[in-house]
Every structure is written in structure tokens, then in C-alpha cells.
């Protein structure tokens, strides 16, 4: 079954292959939102984009918080590439 899974997660990152290196492979989600926090700092965003990162960062924060690397870092991808990172 595990191995099954981890086949599942490689295909899924084949595909994905725009996100950011950072996020090629499942990563502790502390250190996701490290560098997530790191590029918000540096980043000019709209409002729109401003509140769609906020709003995706809460997403990864509560999967983060429930020990869900994998969906939290996908919540973190998804608003470093509203960032264009």
C-alpha cells in the first residue's frame, strides 16, 4: 500500500513539474511555510493576490497543524505561485 502511495506522489510531482524546486518533493511543512513567509516578505502583491496567499497560507497552516505535510505544502505551492515563485 505504501508503496502504492508513493507512487501516486511521484506521478503527482512529474506532473507538477512548474512549482518551484522548493516543493518537488514533500517537504516538513514547517520548513515549507519558512520559505513561503521568506518569499512573502520580498514580494509586491495587489490586494487580490495579497488576500488569495493569505488566504491559501490559513489553508497549509490548519493541514500543517493536523500533521498533513502533503496537503499544507500544496496550500504553500499554490500561493508561492500566486507569487510568481
Known sequence: MR????A???G???ISGAISTVFAATAPCEETL???RAAEATATLSAADKAKVSELETK???RCNADDDKRA???FAQAMKVMGK
Open 3 to 6: 508503496r502504492f502511495a508513493l
Open 60 to 62: 497549509g497552516i490548519e
Open 8 to 10: 501516486i506522489a511521484v
Open 34 to 36: 519558512k520559505a513561503l
Open 73 to 75: 505544502d500544496d496550500f
Open 12 to 14: 503527482t510531482l512529474a
